[in-house]
């Protein structure tokens, strides 16, 4: 017998509990709730036990494995967790030195946006998956010298090819100011990395 913890604000047990949604909302709902316990127990079994910690917060600023820790905590041996965090808080959970459960996530689909004041449009539910790890990938938004440096390199390492690989088909130019210029009849095309343009003679 599997135990599940959701640390969840949307309950899969009792759907009908969000009782800011409209009425119309409330089948769409539980037909999404219907989805997910499905799923649940497809995958840890038909008697699978299924606890929830609704509205569940990490502690501003603290740790959110103590957090997570001490929410499943009353429940006893744990096989999964579900839990929706963003991504600073949800990697600590995934480290396997931190010797948590399984962690879980329901991948939804999101309803048409309302307007302000209104209750969200429910979600519908698409498939489970297993979290194994998060990455965040970044860039500087002003580049270093070095890795300005690296692309202009690699740019005029790609355009002195192209300079030497379109004279061989009887086209001529000139690399200038990062790009390869041909002279052509009525103006003269601009070849950069990934673009190519016409410009006109000013006459």
Not at 27 to 39: F, G, H, N, R, V
Not at 121 to 132: D, H, N, T, W
Not at 162 to 185: R, W
């Given at each position: ?7 969840t604000r949307h309950s899969v047990v009792n759907p009908q509990a969000q009782t800011n949604a409209f ?19 497809k995958v840890f079994g038909d008697d699978v036990i299924i606890h929830e910690v ?150």
């Open positions: 017998m599997n135990t599940i913890v959701r640390l009425p119309g909302d409330v089948e769409k709902m539980q037909a999404s709730a219907a989805k997910q316990l499905a799923e649940l127990r609704l509205n569940f917060q990490v502690v501003p600023g603290g740790d959110p494995v103590v957090s997570v820790r001490e929410a499943i905590a009353p429940f006893g041996t744990v096989d999964a967790i579900e839990v929706v965090l963003p991504p600073n808080l949800l990697s600590p959970l995934l480290n396997p030195k931190m010797g948590l459960p399984m962690v879980i996530r329901a991948k939804m689909s999101f309803g048409e946006r309302r307007p302000e004041g209104q209750p969200p449009a429910p979600a519908s539910f698409e498939q489970y998956e297993k979290m194994i790890k998060v990455d965040v990938l970044t860039e500087p938004l002003i580049p270093s010298e070095t890795a300005q440096k690296q692309e202009a390199d690699t740019t005029a390492e790609v355009l002195a090819q192209l300079s030497k690989d379109l004279s061989m088909v009887g086209y001529f130019g000139q690399v200038k100011d990062g790009m390869f210029i041909i002279a052509h009849p009525g103006g003269h095309y601009e070849l950069k990395v990934g673009d190519i343009r016409f410009i006109p003679t000013k006459g």
